[in-house]
């Protein structure tokens, strides 16, 4: 029979069946091949699971061409759908196979299965989730099943509060410590963002998991780190180098414990990556969670062109924050590469060397992003700004009060 096509074998089976004129004899026919068929299929190892599978589905064929009940102890056809998806899935290595498959696992009631059936669907599950994983190059601490959810169609995205004590007090520790309370810039006034505050308290944090953008980001940054090996020394820049922009970027005492007490990929200083400030309006922090930064929104007009300027000051960026009906305003700490770094301490950008010749750089150059250094400037702050939006991943909104 094992060169038997599925339907050939139901169909001889069933016409052996129909010979028997009478009811009794049908039931009787059933019964016993039932008593045969059961020990041998609940004997199929985890291993044999195609076989098994196979099994189920000629009893499922069986039973629906005579219109009778399957028996409890056999897999139901949702069942052994689920396990054909999740088979085919795995071996394909499609993404939206898989997520398909993922789904149908998750919505299908495998109650009463036995031990080997629940050991099999969970290894070719996590089988399929190990995939997806990786195909997304996703971190560690994101759960690949709340990302899928209970839509193959719907991005995979997802939002978390951060409710551990000890890292929201990393949190705090950053914006207390790159604070400057000192420098107040005519940013602040222009924009009504009020007098300069005595500090601020992180109030809630929310971790941003956003497949489609991490692996979008995670690739730019491969390119990026591979570009910077042919300039010696660019990434990662000597503390002398910083030295003589000056100084190391703020964040970077900060950047890797938060990291590591979110879970997370530790920054890549291959590639310059640096834990980033950008304030922002609460509906804005929300949209760029979702669906990324977009350059159309780019400021053409900020004084290193059209690109999208990050702080590693908590001050600096509150100047661009708004507040929501709590009085709580939405910062979101990015991921940011930097690659190889265009220096400009230029009092006028604008003019020297030009919006259109920073950008280039930065596009079509040697280039990945542009430090303005309005420390030495003009005594305020340094500015970072990419023309790329896949160099920054949104990897938090953090919510904080002004004290």
């Keep these: 029979a094992s060169d038997e096509t599925l339907p050939n074998l139901v169909k001889k089976v069933v016409g052996v069946r129909s010979t028997l004129k009478r009811w009794s004899l049908a039931e009787d026919f059933d019964s016993c ?161 009020g007098e300069m505050p005595r500090g601020y308290r992180v109030e809630k944090i929310v971790s941003v998991m956003n497949a489609e953008s991490w692996k979008s980001y995670q690739e730019r940054q491969d390119f990026i780190a591979r570009d910077c090996l042919r300039y010696p020394g660019c990434a990662p820049m000597s503390d002398a180098a910083w030295a003589d922009w000056s100084g190391k970027v703020h964040t970077a005492a900060h950047g890797n414990a938060i990291m590591e007490g979110a879970h997370l990929p530790s920054l890549n200083a291959g590639a310059n990556e640096f834990l980033m400030f950008h304030g922002t309006k609460p509906e804005a922090a929300d949209l760029i969670a979702m669906n990324h930064f977009d350059m159309a929104f780019a400021c053409k007009t900020g004084l290193f062109g059209a690109g999208l300027y990050f702080a590693e000051n908590s001050s600096k960026s509150d100047e661009y924050v708004k507040g929501d009906h709590k009085g709580w305003y939405p910062m979101i700490l990015c991921r940011v590469t930097l690659g190889r770094v265009y220096y400009c301490a230029n009092v006028d950008p604008t003019t020297d060397p030009g919006r259109d010749k920073l950008e280039a ?37 953090v919510w904080y009060t002004r004290i």
């Design 33 to 193: 091949l039932w008593d045969i068929f059961e020990p041998w299929y609940r004997e199929l190892k985890t291993g044999s699971l195609e076989k098994r599978t196979a099994a189920a589905e000629f009893a499922i064929a069986y039973t629906e061409q005579l219109k009778i009940s399957v028996p409890k102890w056999l897999l139901d056809k949702d069942q052994v759908t689920v396990l054909r998806l999740l088979k085919e899935a795995v071996e394909s290595g499609k993404e939206q196979a898989l997520r398909e498959a993922v789904v149908a696992a998750k919505q299908t009631d495998f109650t009463g299965a036995d031990e080997s059936l629940s050991s099999a669907l969970t290894s070719k599950y996590e089988e399929a989730l190990g995939k997806l994983r990786h195909l997304k190059r996703l971190p560690s601490g994101w759960e690949v099943t709340d990302l899928v959810g209970d839509d193959a169609s719907m991005k995979m995205f997802k939002k978390a509060d951060l409710d551990d004590p000890s890292l929201k007090e990393k949190f705090q520790q950053l914006f207390d410590k790159t604070m400057k309370a000192s420098i107040v810039t005519r940013d602040r006034a222009a924009r009504g963002a």
């Design 361 to 397: 750089a930065c596009t079509g150059g040697a280039y990945h992003c542009v430090l303005g250094d309005r420390v030495k400037a003009r005594g305020t702050y340094r500015e970072y700004v990419i023309y790329d939006h896949y160099q920054v991943y949104p990897q938090f909104i």
